[in-house]
């Protein structure tokens, strides 16, 4: 199962280094990673995505606990947690495959950022299965290009 | 004040009495304020040195050691020396210089990433930015070293750093968000451990050396005296429990006793405190105390069910959980009778499966000369190692009974940490008999520090086991390897006596086994550094051994 690790860090510098760095010398790998400012300056949040068949998510988030500048860290419950992801897609489009691909960006609320003459980029917000899907109808086309921000995730409810 | 005397300022505030180093370029501002302070400094002849002294004074004393390197070179030969001290968690802090702060990240002259390449093998780090936060971060960096499990941690500081002006005002509170160590177990844990032990007939303790950083040694003598208990002891855990003692069971794993092995894979309750379950202590995990619930109780969480999973974790300070586990023991009225059969069961392990070694008439036996060294100090020196079969002889043939007397690289096993460490130690500690059980090669790799040893006469003794190998790679090859010795037989020896004497201390070569004893004496009367090179017979192996990810009860030369 993937796991979502909501991780608040102090804004100290070296700390996603160390983060990183704990991941890659116990073994365990990222699928993503977001980190971006809290409305605390002096702390950061890394939304970590981990596959927990391949390791035990309670070693994963014990050895995390145990860097100083870790100060929580919630395993989300994918019940009650809104997970979305960004992409930005650069796909090949010739005139004659343009309508189709206008079509698509449609369905899946896709912003058509940019068209270029032989190419156009797209920006999908979802969860991680939407952009996948996105990608899918896309690669046929020919992608260029594709970004994504990693899954960022919030827990429903007061808390 | 400037940024250097900021810092000995804050080391004089922790109570720092040595310090261990060796400077270079971007350290000479701090080495100009420790020119006159108060803080005994210790010049090293190699910054490796420097570290494992930190780390001998710290695990002798429980003070938290202290070693300062330049940037660089500097700060990369302390690096084996803080991995041995994050390995066996012991409190250090590392203090090293930086390029100025413009110049980092140019690849200026002797820069090097040191909280980079350190990142996996500390504690914690600092790389000092703003001179205003000396005094913050050597408070935290010493209250992170020491407290909770206790381990090194690095501060890099760029030259300017040290220059520049600030307003010094002693720093009295911590505030770290992400770092809060559990000093009280659980209560219901700790009564559902008490249950189990009450109820258990064939319980054991296993004890690592969380006990030592804890201080928790009485306590566990006392729940192995009330529950009438074995214990057995890991390498770290040497001297918690007194090996003198009837429930003593020795040192378990690959290199353990058969009795401790074979009463770890019977029993029906494992209590392991301040272990760690390393692989060279359960053998294949799959039988390791297979039958029997297990209580572990450890300061670590990461540690709970890492190797192997427990019926009952308790997360907290050793001491403090055996206390309230004492308390939860009282209430519960327990039978000590119960665990007789099994005392008597392990008692007949003792008889059919004991140490032993063949002793001969003159030729030096390496665990007899062990054993010399227990009857001449009667017990209480400080004994260090170096790595490989003389520090399993080590473990094995002298009866360990005080904790923080014994010294030993057991988590990463480096070479050359025992003798440096045996200065830290006889500094930290200097009425005590301090000896390095040494191998010919492993003294080798640090070998240089003689010269601090005998520049501020520190008398500490370096008993070589002198079998001109790397003894046990030997032993490996022999057992595993159809006895093909790829460079293991040091093939050029140095007269390690005349070694000795050319630094200034003392330097007898032993020969034959009635020397040994002679030997001893007079390198303890000396109060000088001395080296006793002992010829050992040379193709001697470490019984009982059990080959690697093998159940520990395949022993090979368990059984006389
Ligand atoms: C720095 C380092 N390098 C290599 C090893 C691998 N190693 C383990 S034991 C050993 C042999 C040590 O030889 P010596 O010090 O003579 O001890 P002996 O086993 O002969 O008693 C070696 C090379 C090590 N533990 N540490
Ligand atoms: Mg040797």
């Not at chain 1, 979502?4 to 700390?15: C, F, I, M, Q, R």
């Not at chain 2, 140490?355 to 030096?364: A, G, N």
């Not at chain 2, 001449?376 to 007397?405: D, P």
């Not at chain 2, 520090?449 to 003894?471: H, K, Q, R």
Request: charged share 25%; proline share 4%.
């Amino acid at each position: 199962m993937k796991h979502t690790l909501s991780v608040l860090v102090e804004n100290k510098p070296g700390a996603l280094a160390r983060i990183a760095g704990l991941f890659s010398r116990r073994g365990f790998n990222i699928d993503s990673l977001a980190v971006g400012i809290t409305d605390d300056p002096d702390v950061s949040r890394m939304t970590i995505t981990v596959d927990g068949k391949e390791h035990p998510i309670e070693q994963v988030t014990k050895q995390l606990h145990k860097l100083i500048n870790v100060i929580k860290i919630t395993d989300l419950d994918p019940h009650n947690t809104v997970a979305r992801e960004l992409a930005l897609i650069k796909v090949k489009s010739p005139a004659r495959s343009r309508g189709e691909i206008m079509q698509v960006a449609e369905i899946f609320r896709a912003n058509i950022l940019d068209v270029a003459r032989n190419t156009m980029i797209l920006e999908i917000t979802g969860t991680t299965e939407k952009v996948d899907a996105i990608e899918e109808l896309l690669t046929p086309h020919g992608i260029v290009e594709i970004v994504r921000t990693g899954r960022i995730a919030i827990e429903r409810g007061e808390k | 004040m400037k940024g250097s005397e900021a810092i000995v300022e804050s080391l004089k505030a922790e109570g720092v009495e040595a310090i261990f180093g060796l400077p270079g370029g971007v350290v000479i501002p701090l080495y100009d304020t420790l020119y006159d302070a108060d803080i005994k400094h210790y010049l090293v002849r190699h910054e490796q040195g420097a570290a494992h002294m930190a780390d001998g004074y710290a695990r002798a004393t429980g003070k938290t050691g202290v070693c300062i390197a330049t940037s660089g070179p500097g700060a990369t030969n302390l690096v084996t020396g803080i991995a041995t001290a994050y390995m066996d968690s012991t409190p250090m802090v590392a203090i090293t210089g930086q390029v100025r702060s413009g110049l980092i990240g140019t690849d200026a002259f002797q820069e090097a990433d040191t909280t980079g390449i350190t990142q996996p093998i500390v504690k914690h780090s600092y790389l000092i930015k703003d001179v205003k936060d000396i005094p913050r971060i050597f408070k935290e960096a010493f209250y992170i070293a020491s407290s909770g499990r206790p381990g090194p941690v690095v501060i890099d500081i760029p030259v300017d750093m040290q220059l520049a002006e600030l307003d010094y005002k002693p720093q009295k509170k911590i505030n770290l968000l992400g770092y809060k160590p559990t000093l009280k177990g659980n209560r219901r844990q700790i009564k559902a451990a008490a249950r189990l032990i009450a109820r258990a007939e064939r319980p054991v303790i296993y004890a690592g050396g969380g006990i030592i950083s804890s201080g928790a040694d009485r306590e566990l003598r006392r729940l192995a005296k009330m529950v009438q208990t074995p214990v057995t002891t890991t390498l770290m855990g040497l001297g918690t429990f007194p090996e003198t003692d009837k429930l003593s069971l020795g040192m378990l794993g690959m290199h353990g006793t058969g009795y401790a092995n074979y009463a770890v894979t019977n029993c029906d309750l494992l209590i392991a405190i301040g272990a760690r379950f390393d692989d060279r202590v359960t053998g294949k995990l799959a039988t390791f105390a297979a039958e029997a619930k297990k209580i572990h109780i450890d300061q670590d969480p990461a540690e709970i069910s890492k190797n192997v999973v427990v019926d009952v974790p308790i997360v907290g300070d050793a001491r403090t959980v055996l206390k309230d586990l004492l308390e939860e023991l009282k209430k519960l009225e327990i039978d000590t009778g119960r665990t007789e059969p099994w005392l008597r069961q392990v008692s007949d392990w003792k008889k059919s499966h004991p140490l032993f070694y063949k002793d001969l008439k003159r030729e030096i036996m390496p665990q007899f000369v062990v054993e010399e060294i227990y009857r001449v100090t009667k017990g209480k020196a400080i004994i260090c190692t170096e790595v490989g079969q003389n520090q399993m002889w080590a473990a094995l043939f002298y009866q360990h009974s005080k904790a923080r007397n014994f010294i030993s690289s057991g988590g990463l096993g480096t070479m050359g940490f025992g003798f440096p460490a045996a200065i830290g130690a006889k500094i930290g500690r200097p009425r005590e008999t301090v000896i390095d059980i040494a191998g010919d090669g492993s003294f080798q790799m640090n070998i240089q520090e003689l010269s601090t040893a005998v520049n501020y006469n520190i008398p500490v003794i370096v008993a070589i086991l002198n079998n001109g190998y790397l003894g046990m790679v030997r032993q490996w090859q022999e057992l595993f390897w159809n006895e093909r010795y790829s460079e293991t037989c040091i093939e050029c020896q140095p007269d390690f006596a005349r070694v000795a004497e050319a630094y200034g201390a003392l330097g007898i070569t032993i020969k034959d086994k009635n020397d040994v004893t002679d030997a001893l004496r007079a390198a303890i009367k000396a109060k000088r550094p001395a080296v006793l090179d002992f010829r050992v017979k040379r193709d001697e192996n470490v019984f009982p051994m059990v080959p690697a990810g093998k159940s520990i009860t395949e022993m090979i030369g368990g059984q006389k």
